[in-house]
Each structure stands twice: as structure tokens, then as C-alpha cells.
């Protein structure tokens, strides 16, 4: 089977695909050994690629989610409350009159 050097990246763990590694190292694998570590950002084919996986980590985890369920400008304007529609009337139809459970 052909095999193929990589770079371990700054993404690594103390063992990419079965080796204890350290960041720089550069390994001669099999496509199927590299295809998780590659998926990984653990390994790259060449130096660029190294630097690159660490800045698109970098970026992804940078951004911070928006908290719905407490953003009172969400698009439900529940505001956090998860009932848009708390304080008003019921819209439950039981059957019976509206005044049928009234004493009078």
C-alpha cells in the first residue's frame, strides 16, 4: 500500500494514529491511518497545511454562541421566559361554555 508523509500540527495529541508524537514530527502513513488524524487537524501534508489547521481551529472556537433561550430581542420575544405567550388567556377549546364553571 502506497504510504505518505505528514506533519503532526499543533492540534495533536500525545499519539496520532497509534504513535506517541510531539508537534513537528513527521510521519510516513497509509491513507487509511491518516484519514481520522487528517479529519482531525492532527496531521497535514506539508507545513502550510499544519499552520492553517491551527488557524481555522482558532477561528472556530473564537466565535461565541448566542444564548436564545435569555436574548430578549430572540425572534419569539418570550425573553427568555420560554412562553411567548404567557399571560394571556388560554386558547384551550374544553367543550363547555366559557361562563360554565362560574358559580352564580
Same mark, same amino acid.
Given at each position: ?9 499543533? %492540534? ?14 513527521? %510521519?510516513?502513513?497509509? *491513507?487509511?491511518?491518516?484519514? %481520522?488524524? %487528517? ?23 473564537? @466565535?461565541?454562541?448566542?444564548? @436564545? ?5 430572540? *425572534? ?29
Amino acid at each position: 500500500m502506497d504510504t505518505k508523509e505528514y506533519i503532526v500540527t499543533k %492540534l495533536a495529541g500525545p499519539k496520532v494514529a497509534g504513535r506517541f508524537v510531539k508537534h513537528g514530527d513527521t %510521519l510516513v502513513l497509509t *491513507e487509511p491511518e491518516a484519514r %481520522l488524524e %487528517l479529519l482531525n487537524g492532527a496531521i497535514a501534508t506539508d507545513k502550510a497545511g499544519a499552520d492553517a489547521a491551527v488557524g481555522l481551529v482558532k477561528k472556530k472556537h473564537d @466565535k461565541k454562541p448566542a444564548d @436564545k433561550a435569555g436574548d430578549p430581542s430572540s *425572534e419569539d420575544g418570550a425573553g427568555g421566559s420560554g412562553q411567548a405567550d404567557a399571560g394571556k388567556a388560554s386558547t384551550v377549546d374544553t367543550g363547555k361554555p366559557a361562563d360554565a364553571g362560574a358559580a352564580g
